[in-house]
């Protein structure tokens, strides 16, 4: 018997109650309206797996 597959859109959004907004978690892709993915491995980065845009996060130095 095959696993469910369950939905994961509900993982996508942050829901405030009390405001009564929804907030997107992901990026889109500002050269074709995508949503990027979020890698952290090796460096962490935003990467669109649609037209290759990588946007490359700022590591503080200590």
């Known amino acids: 018997m095959p696993k ?29 309206g995508s949503v990027m993915a979020y890698h952290k491995v090796p460096v962490p980065r935003w990467a669109c797996g649609k037209c290759g845009y990588t946007i490359f996060e700022q590591v503080r130095a200590r």
């Open 4 to 32: 469910e597959v369950k939905a994961r859109a509900h993982t996508w959004y942050e829901v405030d109650y009390e405001k009564g907004t929804i907030k997107f978690l992901r990026r889109i892709c500002p050269r074709c």
